[in-house]
């Protein structure tokens, strides 16, 4: 699929709720330009399992943010195998727990955690020439610039089966989980889940992977190859 669209460089950002399809499209997307792929929501997962080690109060922000900053992150940007560690320990299966899910969005309303990852996620985009980046608020703050902005939806029942597919849950607890860390997420005072003006929605409830990523992809071709 990369013969149409291999820019020397190109970012594309891709935001939207839990459930719409944003891991999945663009791990293939990355993998389709023969670029790297960032999991932004990942890095939150991964100092939230940091400050739940640590015994934090979810309800003290100063003491979050100083777990979130002398945590040490080992990011795998390979779309085909992406991987986390935090303080030199695998967190991969962790950080998709229940608990941590929990905790998240508690974590992820914290400034000073934003700051300090927003930075980390800018420094990683800058070194490498073709990426993909996901999460809530890329198009907004992360990557402001980038070549393809776009903020993939669904209806939530199809969220929510897609979720609970994933992590062999119920469905109606998924459903129910996701509408709680949508209202979190939208509602936080810093930088929270909304659709970037310039952003392009695709929603995603009746179709499949492969048409979404020939779809963002000529999307993206249209953009660098003016």
Partial sequence: MAEDVRPEKCVVAVDG??????????????????????????????VTWAVLQA????GDPEAIAKIALETELSIGTDPSAPHFAANGVSVDGPIRGPEVTGAVSA???????????????????????????EGRDIASVVAPDADLKVYLTASAAARAARR???????????????????????????????????????????????????????????????
């Fill in 17 to 46: 709720p839990s459930g719409s399809g944003k891991s999945t499209v663009s791990r293939r997307l990355a993998t389709s330009l023969d670029g790297v792929y960032l999991d932004t929501g990942a890095m939150y997962r991964a």
């Fill in 164 to 226: 609970s597919a994933e992590d062999a849950t119920d469905v109606t607890a998924t459903e129910a989980d996701l509408a709680r860390r949508d209202k979190l997420d939208s509602s936080r005072a810093t930088d929270p889940l909304r659709q970037a003006s310039d952003a392009l929605e695709v929603d995603t409830t009746g179709m499949g992977i492969d048409e979404v990523v020939a779809y963002l992809r000529k999307l993206l071709n249209s953009r660098v190859n003016k």
């Fill in 55 to 58: 015994g934090v109060d979810l």
């Fill in 107 to 133: 974590v992820a309303a914290v400034p000073a955690v934003r700051k300090h990852l927003v930075a980390l996620q800018q420094a990683i985009i800058a070194g490498h020439p073709r990426i993909v980046v």
